[in-house]
């Protein structure tokens, strides 16, 4: 069994561009003119469960495929990635 240490990647350690990305994604502005990111709306705890979840995807990139940490976010992503992160939930996609 993995150390819960390992389990989750810290922002610290995330690639550059998904820090810098994610921080977009999060910017929340002054005025409602602002330019502001597509997440910036959510609460504080549901941007907690997504960094959260982000971190153990990369954390799970980083132990078994960490060549794919060298790509953009968003081309890290097949079916083959997509499953084997699923693992025992393939019950769930199924329902």
Request: aromatic share 10%; glycine share 4%.
């Amino acid at each position: 069994m993995r150390r819960a240490s390992n389990l989750y990647l810290p922002y610290t350690a995330w690639p550059e561009d998904d820090r810098t990305r994610w921080e977009a994604a999060f910017k929340i502005g002054v005025n409602p003119f602002d330019d502001c990111g597509p997440a910036a709306h959510l609460a504080e705890a549901s941007r907690l469960t997504l960094l959260s979840a982000y971190a153990r995807f990369l954390a799970f990139l980083l132990a078994e495929h960490s060549s794919l940490l060298a790509r953009a976010p968003a081309a890290r992503l097949d079916r083959k990635i997509i499953e084997a992160t699923s693992g025992g939930n393939r019950h769930l996609a199924e329902a």
